[in-house]
């Protein structure tokens, strides 16, 4: 079945450094790829979202960039600090003929001071 | 934050129990959508409602029964649960499922625990 899978499954940076993050997504007609940050003990809140007819997007900190080819997309945060981490999710979904949406694994951040 | 609102934000039950979960959103939307959230595995879409028709049906085993009275309003019956079932049940919101509108609000979740 479909699939989408995220990397690193846990990432360590000292505040101050970037973090990257990755996801690869299977479904060709997926064609929205929202970011989720959920804190301990809190629901998912999205942080930014990406459709298929546009390759970068950027708000403050965080952006993220969508390669459909390659069906890859990926989160970038600068200036990395305490309050970032938490788990990160990708997703990939498809609204098209039905509704579908599939999220990675999460990515447990940790921003050292 | 309150957005959307789940009850009971905790439930335990036997595996012969009924019991219901709530979701209520409070933004205007149409869609609505049960997640379920367990230790160390994706999100796992369960249900789509749009208009209170139902969208989506992820191949959710029939112990697990939604409702959708109205555009504001969702709940996920139970029944005859199995202590794998225990998990953390999200509700989520957006303004539509077609293109555009698909931005998902979450609610805060229930934490089941079936014994």
């Known amino acids: 079945g479909e699939n989408v899978e995220q990397h690193p499954s846990t990432l360590s940076v000292q505040e101050g450094d970037s973090a990257v993050i990755k996801c690869t997504y299977s479904d060709s007609a997926s064609n929205y790829f929202p970011w989720y940050k959920q804190e301990l003990g809190k629901r998912p809140q999205l942080i930014i979202d990406i459709r298929s007819n546009v390759g970068e997007k950027k708000d403050q900190r965080i952006a993220v960039t969508l390669n459909k080819t390659a069906k890859h997309f990926s989160l970038h945060i600068t200036e990395t600090q305490p309050e970032d981490s938490a788990v990160y999710f990708c997703a990939a979904t498809t609204n098209t003929g039905g509704f579908k949406t599939i999220f990675g694994a999460g990515t447990r951040l940790f921003v050292k001071a | 934050e309150t957005g959307v609102t789940q009850t009971p934000r905790h439930l335990v039950m036997g595996m012969t129990n009924k019991k219901s979960l709530k979701c209520e959103q409070h933004?205007?939307?149409?869609?609505m959508y049960w997640y379920k959230q367990s230790a160390k595995k994706p999100l796992e879409l369960m249900f789509v409602y749009s208009l209170e028709e139902r969208v989506e049906n992820n191949s959710v085993p029939s112990r697990f029964s939604p409702e959708c009275p109205n555009s504001s309003h969702l709940f996920l019956h139970l029944h005859t649960l199995q202590p794998e079932d225990s998990a953390l049940y999200l509700c989520?919101?957006?303004?539509?499922?077609?293109?555009?509108?698909?931005?998902?609000?979450f609610g805060p979740g229930t934490r089941l625990l079936v014994l």
């Open positions: 989520a919101s957006s303004q539509g499922w077609v293109a555009g509108e698909e931005t998902q609000y």
């Open positions: 933004l205007g939307h149409n869609a």
